[in-house]
C-alpha cells in the first residue's frame, strides 16, 4: 500500500521529481506525529554557549520509533538524521512530538539547508532582535516558510513547502508548491487540553496555562511550574501562544 501510494504521487508530481525531490522523504514533519515541543523558552539558557551538548538525549530506540511512525523501513548510511523540529539551540526538546527524520539528499532542500535556517534564529533571538517564542513558533509552523522569512530565497528556486493529511499506509510526501504568501498555521491538532483534577498536565501535554486575564503558560523548568495549578494544558509553547498565552518575563 505505502509503495503503491508513493508510486502515484510520482505519476501525478512529476514535475516535483524533476526539480529534485526526493518525495519518499518527508521535507516536512507530519504534525500528526510531530507537531513539535520546547523545554524551556529562556534564551538566558539556550544562549549559553555548549547549552545543547547538555540537554542532548535522544536514544537509538527513540530513533528507530520516529523511522517507523513516518513508514521508513530502509535507509542508506547518511541519508537522514533523526532531526528536532524546533532545534535544541532554540529551546526544543527531545521529545518524539519534536522529531522526525530529515533527509540529506532531498534536493534542493535538506538537513543542511534547515541548518542555516536554525542558526540564523538563535542568533537573531539571542541578540534580542526577535524572541525565542517567535523563533520557536516560525520553525515549528512550517520551516521553508521561516527560511524565506529570516534567511531568504530557498535555495535552487524551490518554493515553500506545505504538507497534506497522513494516509493510514504512512505519511504523505511534502510537495513543493510556489513560493508566495506564506499561508501561516501551526500544527494541526487540540490546541487546549483539559489537565488532570489534581491542577497536573498530562505527559502528552505538560505546558501549564492560566486561564485567567494574564493567560500565562509555564514550562517545565518554570520557576513557577510546580506551584502553578493548571487550568489548560498544551502540548507545546507555539500552541499556547496560538490559544493566546504568554511565556513568563
Same mark, same amino acid.
Given at each position: 500500500?505505502?509503495?503503491?501510494?508513493?508510486?502515484?504521487?510520482?505519476?501525478?508530481?512529476?514535475?516535483?521529481?524533476?526539480?529534485?525531490?526526493?518525495?519518499?522523504?518527508?521535507?516536512?514533519? #507530519?504534525?500528526?506525529?510531530?507537531?513539535?515541543?520546547?523545554?524551556?523558552?529562556?534564551?538566558?539558557?539556550?544562549?549559553?554557549?555548549?547549552?545543547?551538548?547538555?540537554?542532548?538525549?535522544?536514544?537509538?530506540?527513540?530513533?528507530?520509533?520516529?523511522?517507523?511512525?513516518?513508514?521508513?523501513?530502509?535507509?542508506?548510511?547518511?541519508?537522514?538524521?533523526? #532531526?528536532?523540529?524546533?532545534?535544541?539551540?532554540?529551546?526544543?526538546?527531545?521529545?518524539?512530538?519534536?522529531?522526525?527524520? +530529515?533527509?540529506? =539528499?532531498?534536493?534542493?532542500?535538506?538537513?543542511?539547508? *534547515? #541548518?542555516?535556517?536554525?542558526?540564523?534564529?538563535?542568533?537573531?533571538?539571542?541578540?534580542?532582535?526577535?524572541?525565542?517564542? +517567535?523563533?520557536?513558533?516560525?520553525?515549528?509552523?512550517?520551516?521553508?516558510?521561516?527560511?524565506?522569512?529570516?534567511?531568504?530565497?530557498?535555495?535552487?528556486?524551490?518554493?515553500?513547502?506545505?504538507?497534506?493529511?497522513?494516509?493510514?499506509?504512512?505519511?504523505?510526501?511534502?510537495?513543493?508548491?510556489?513560493?508566495?504568501?506564506?499561508?501561516?498555521?501551526?500544527?494541526?491538532?487540540?490546541?487546549?487540553?483539559?489537565?488532570?483534577?489534581?491542577?497536573?498536565?498530562?505527559?502528552?501535554?505538560?505546558?501549564?496555562?492560566?486561564?485567567?486575564?494574564? =493567560?500565562?503558560?509555564?514550562?517545565?523548568?518554570?520557576?513557577?511550574?510546580?506551584?502553578? *495549578?493548571?487550568?489548560?494544558?498544551?502540548?507545546?509553547?507555539?500552541?499556547?501562544?496560538?490559544?493566546?498565552?504568554?511565556?513568563?518575563?
Amino acid at each position: 500500500m505505502h509503495r503503491a501510494f508513493l508510486l502515484l504521487a510520482a505519476l501525478t508530481l512529476g514535475s516535483g521529481l524533476a526539480a529534485g525531490y526526493n518525495l519518499s522523504a518527508p521535507v516536512l514533519p #507530519d504534525p500528526k506525529f510531530s507537531p513539535g515541543d520546547v523545554l524551556t523558552s529562556d534564551p538566558k539558557l539556550v544562549c549559553v554557549s555548549g547549552y545543547t551538548k547538555t540537554v542532548r538525549n535522544v536514544p537509538q530506540s527513540l530513533k528507530e520509533q520516529v523511522y517507523r511512525e513516518y513508514g521508513i523501513t530502509s535507509r542508506q548510511p547518511g541519508e537522514y538524521e533523526i #532531526d528536532h523540529i524546533i532545534s535544541l539551540e532554540l529551546g526544543g526538546s527531545n521529545s518524539i512530538r519534536n522529531l522526525y527524520p +530529515e533527509s540529506y =539528499r532531498t534536493q534542493p532542500l535538506n538537513a543542511h539547508v *534547515k #541548518d542555516a535556517l536554525e542558526n540564523r534564529l538563535h542568533a537573531l533571538a539571542c541578540s534580542g532582535k526577535i524572541t525565542l517564542q +517567535e523563533a520557536q513558533t516560525a520553525i515549528a509552523s512550517n520551516w521553508t516558510v521561516a527560511y524565506e522569512k529570516y534567511v531568504g530565497p530557498l535555495p535552487g528556486g524551490a518554493g515553500v513547502v506545505k504538507t497534506t493529511q497522513t494516509p493510514a499506509s504512512g505519511p504523505t510526501p511534502a510537495v513543493p508548491v510556489p513560493a508566495g504568501p506564506a499561508s501561516g498555521g501551526l500544527p494541526n491538532g487540540p490546541l487546549r487540553i483539559s489537565p488532570n483534577p489534581d491542577g497536573s498536565c498530562p505527559a502528552s501535554a505538560p505546558i501549564k496555562g492560566n486561564i485567567g486575564s494574564a =493567560r500565562i503558560y509555564h514550562l517545565t523548568g518554570d520557576p513557577y511550574y510546580t506551584r502553578t *495549578k493548571a487550568e489548560a494544558c498544551f502540548s507545546s509553547a507555539p500552541a499556547a501562544q496560538a490559544a493566546g498565552y504568554r511565556g513568563i518575563k
